[in-house]
């Protein structure tokens, strides 16, 4: 049964989980956003949409592999998104359009419902806001190839399944230094860090915690 957006908004209403648990199961602890911000410079503000919409009465949400390039995020799985631009109202506004460019969706009948923990992303030197709609019916999606290598529409039941949370070495950064990392499993793709993290949360607030590690 597809949850309603008034179920979501209300969820989305209670206290946050944060990240703690799953930074302690990790192994690696990040910073606070109070230490995020008092950096000189301070990171740059960002924003990812995560998007829950109903497909044969089934909730889904939308993920996206980024293709290969020279960059800290190379190839990984996360929610569209970016950083916040001159002309963007708030970090809604930001989530929304990083959506629209990069998956090339409309966003007319997207209803927001919230936000989860904001999260500091030291690689990229951002804290990003987890901003999650809800839509009664996605429409046709052109994305942007210089963004997107793929676009994967997810049922939300797979990313509850306590079976997912593993942990393996993956490379990590620039240096192409290898370190174990806390993933979850989503149809055989690994997504880890900062997705990883709003997963969990997002898993929380719908009354699945962090499971055990299998």
């Known amino acids: 049964m ?6 979501l908004r209300a969820a989305l209403r209670g206290p946050l989980s944060g990240h703690a648990a799953f930074a302690d199961l990790s192994g690696y602890p990040r910073p606070s956003i109070e230490e995020a911000l008092a950096l000189v410079p301070p ?14 009465g089934h909730d889904h949400t939308l993920l996206m592999r980024r293709p290969v390039y020279k960059g800290v995020h190379s190839g990984q799985i996360g929610f569209p998104g970016g950083k916040r631009e001159p002309g963007d109202a708030d970090l809604p506004a930001t989530a929304l359009r990083e959506f629209r460019e990069e998956t090339g969706g409309g966003v007319e009948g997207f209803e927001l419902l919230g936000e989860l923990t904001r999260i500091h992303i030291p ?19 052109q994305p942007d190839p210089r963004e997107v290598a793929q676009l994967l529409d997810v049922p939300l039941a797979d990313l509850l399944r306590d079976d997912i949370l593993r942990k393996k070495p993956v490379r990590i950064g620039l240096e192409g230094r290898t370190r174990e990392v806390l993933y979850w499993d989503v149809q055989g793709e690994t997504v880890w860090g900062a997705t990883a993290m709003m997963i969990a949360e997002l898993r929380t607030v719908l009354g699945h915690p962090l499971p055990q590690l299998r």
């Open 2 to 7: 597809a949850l309603s957006p008034a179920k």
């Open 43 to 56: 990171p740059r503000e960002s924003a990812v949409l995560i998007l829950i919409h109903p497909v044969d």
């Open 123 to 141: 690689p990229s030197r951002t804290i990003v806001t987890p901003v999650v709609a809800w839509c009664a019916e996605l429409g046709p999606l």
